[in-house]
């Protein structure tokens, strides 16, 4: 299976389970591998025979935006499920991080892999 790769995307949201955390938006950073086939795309080299990786991009940074969860977790799964929703991607492997989450790391994580069948 071919992979569309989104790296480095850079949203601000609530995210976290103490006060400080949901008092502000934090940074959040958020990798995409999505899993679907590219060969028609390759065969026309035609923009509409390829995934919108800028609409892909804009739902998810919306969604982590909008929502306020309390664990990476939740919100890699958030986004697996909307990622999902388009019928070209058949598996999704999310990462979100949290920068400055605890002193002693510069980040915290979660990666996760989903697809229709999960």
């Given at each position: 299976m071919d992979q569309v790769i989104i790296k480095d995307l850079v949203s601000r949201g609530i995210i976290g389970i103490h006060d400080w955390e949901r008092a502000q938006e934090q940074e959040i950073l958020i990798n995409l591998v999505l899993f679907t086939d590219?060969?028609?795309?390759?065969?026309?080299?035609?923009i509409a025979d390829c995934l919108?990786?800028?609409t892909m991009a804009e739902r998810v940074l919306a969604h982590a935006e909008r929502v306020r969860r309390f664990t990476v977790e939740a919100l890699a799964v958030d986004i697996a499920r909307l990622i999902l929703e388009e019928p070209a991607v058949q598996r999704v492997r999310v990462r979100?991080?949290?920068?400055?989450?605890?002193?002693?790391?510069?980040?915290?994580?979660?990666?996760i892999e989903r697809g229709r069948d999960a």
């Open positions: 590219v060969s028609r795309a390759a065969a026309s080299d035609s919108n990786y800028q979100v991080e949290k920068p400055g989450a605890i002193p002693s790391a510069r980040l915290v994580g979660v990666e």
